[in-house]
């Protein structure tokens, strides 16, 4: 072999290796490119803005099971949303909740739906089922201008005889971590921040997300969207359901 043909091999040769040295990072790049980002579960921090909270529940599984499963599977379904970070678990009141007393309702003579009406203009809302995935017995009275500072113990009803009687005067009220239905079994609750700005949106995209995933998560799992505020001075949510005065 002449050096002109030892010098072309050998040209060859490192551009072979060249290549594949350089063939796997492309290979990576291109599996992760246009994948969304899964969030990872981080504490909550000061600063932190997250518009959506969710709650899982189910009845055959504990607390920390849950919180594998959102991490191993809802969190993998909901990135497509574009999640900026995660925080979870929650700890204290994140949501109110109204149940109403069918004795009340009977008292005034007024019917469920027609409470639910009241109920929406007087927080100048709108009924509708709760969002998530679940099978609750209940509403969720989203409300339109959540700006506004609204109090429970500021609301009134014009209920029949009574034009301004208390929120109380359907049923009984309280700030919780977790639907009440829930209450007898494991709950584990985490805080969405999108990378955009624009609640709604975001909003929508996590329910369609959630509805797309219907074959993916477990049966079992009970899923509870939500919105995010100040609640305490301007509740964006009231949930309403009815007292089972039964047990």
Excluded at 61 to 71: D, I, T
Excluded at 98 to 113: I, K, N, T
Excluded at 188 to 212: G, I, K, N, W
Excluded at 225 to 230: C, F, P
């Amino acid at each position: 072999m002449d050096d002109t043909q030892f010098l072309a091999r050998r040209r060859l040769l490192l551009a072979a290796l060249a290549g594949a040295a350089v063939l796997p990072s492309c290979a990576r790049g291109n599996a992760v490119e246009g994948e969304p980002a899964v969030p990872l579960l981080e504490p909550g921090r000061a600063g932190m803005a997250p518009y959506l909270f969710v709650t899982v529940s189910s009845a055959t599984r504990s607390v920390e099971e849950l919180a594998q499963l959102v991490q191993s599977a809802l969190l993998p379904a909901l990135a497509p949303a574009d999640i900026l970070h995660a925080y979870g678990p929650v700890a204290g009141a994140i949501q109110l909740w109204m149940a109403l007393e069918p004795h009340m309702l009977d008292h005034y003579g007024v019917s469920v739906d027609a409470a639910l009406s009241l109920l929406a203009g007087a927080v100048d809302g709108t009924v509708g089922p709760v969002p998530g995935r679940n099978t609750l017995d209940a509403w969720a009275i989203q409300r339109t201008h959540t700006r506004a500072e609204v109090n429970a113990n500021d609301i009134t009803l014009a209920l029949p005889g009574e034009r301004h009687a208390p929120l109380f005067a359907l049923g009984s009220s309280h700030y919780a971590l977790a639907p009440p239905p829930w209450s007898s079994q494991a709950c584990y609750s985490f805080m969405l921040e999108p990378r955009r700005r624009v609640v709604a949106p975001f909003e929508q995209h996590c329910q369609a997300l959630l509805d797309a995933a219907a074959d993916v998560l477990p049966d079992d799992l009970q899923i509870q969207m939500g919105r995010l505020g100040d609640f305490m001075k301007a509740v964006p949510t009231l949930y309403v359901s009815v007292k089972d005065e039964d047990s």
